[in-house]
């Protein structure tokens, strides 16, 4: 789709698909985006879903997928999910790390031959202020599923969410990838953004159409601006950053943001740099 690869080209929106594959996760964070728990509505898309989708974004001029959600993993199917999704088009998928053990880490052996990269979260430098924030053990996990993916040759990055308030822990977190044997570029630092969980918490960032850059991103419930668009108050979706409820053909909501991006001034997406 040449309009599609003109306004990526010009930096007009972002060349990665989004795809929320389901709302649930094992863990409770106190700033999720989603309000993800154990318990809450799945809004899961399917492993045919998906493929397709990843399938029409490579026909449309995408460059690569990104998987979020809620926890992937908790989906059976994931493994060979992303096997297929990566024969289309490079992937990233996002995971809070804890659910791949040995056993599901060897089922994604076949996946260090393929474009796929695992971004794992890990937000402190020790065990402590980690797991105060996420779970109990988290951090002991998170370090044993990098070892156990750069064990089996799977690329391997890690997000940090809540810039660290002081250097020392900054320069704390960069030793510890570096030991993890993670490089500078594959450590990412991003701020807790004031949606979801957050929605009320001063110091975090709010966010706009105005300074999010525009990267589709496809829910169970449609199609909306940004990853950190279709997220969760209340337990209802919020419906401020959706493009439209249609999702397939995926020609539809690519449509509607190009409609959305034709006259749309130079923003301050970049300053804020939310990845
Ligand atoms: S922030 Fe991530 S790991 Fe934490 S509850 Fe939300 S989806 Fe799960």
Same mark, same amino acid.
């Given at each position: 789709m040449n309009e599609l690869r003109a306004a990526i080209d010009r930096g007009a929106v972002g060349d990665r698909l989004w795809l929320y594959s389901n709302y649930h996760c094992n863990l409770y964070c106190g700033y999720c985006l989603t309000e993800s728990s154990p318990a809450v509505q799945r809004r899961t898309l399917s492993a045919t879903r998906m493929i397709a989708l990843a399938r029409q974004a490579a026909e449309l001029g995408f460059a690569s997928i990104g998987i979020t959600g809620g926890e992937p993993f908790l989906l059976p199917h994931m493994p060979e999910t992303l096997a297929w999704i990566a024969d289309c088009l490079p992937v990233i998928v996002l995971s809070n790390g804890t659910l791949l053990t040995d056993k599901l880490v060897t089922r994604l052996a @076949?996946?260090?031959?393929?474009p796929v990269t695992v971004q794992v979260s890990l937000d402190c430098s020790d065990a402590e202020r980690n797991d105060a924030r996420r779970a109990d053990g988290n951090f002991a996990k998170v370090l044993a599923a990098i070892t156990r993916l750069q064990a089996i040759g799977v690329h391997v990055r890690i997000a940090t969410t809540g810039v660290p308030d002081n250097e020392s822990e900054r320069a704390r977190l960069c030793a510890l990838h570096e030991e993890l044997g993670v490089s500078h570029d594959d450590h990412v630092i991003r701020p807790v953004v004031r949606r979801g969980r957050a929605r009320a918490d001063e110091a975090a960032v709010p966010t706009s159409q105005d300074n999010l850059p525009p990267e589709l991103t496809i829910t169970a419930e449609g199609a909306f601006w940004s990853p950190f668009a279709p997220t969760v108050a209340d337990g209802r979706t919020d419906t401020d950053l959706l493009i439209c409820r249609t999702t397939t053909p995926l020609r539809r909501p690519v449509e509607e943001l190009l409609r959305l991006v034709?006259?749309? @001034?130079?923003?301050n997406d970049a300053v804020l740099g939310i990845r």
């Open positions: @076949p996946l260090a031959s393929l034709e006259d749309r @001034p130079p923003g």
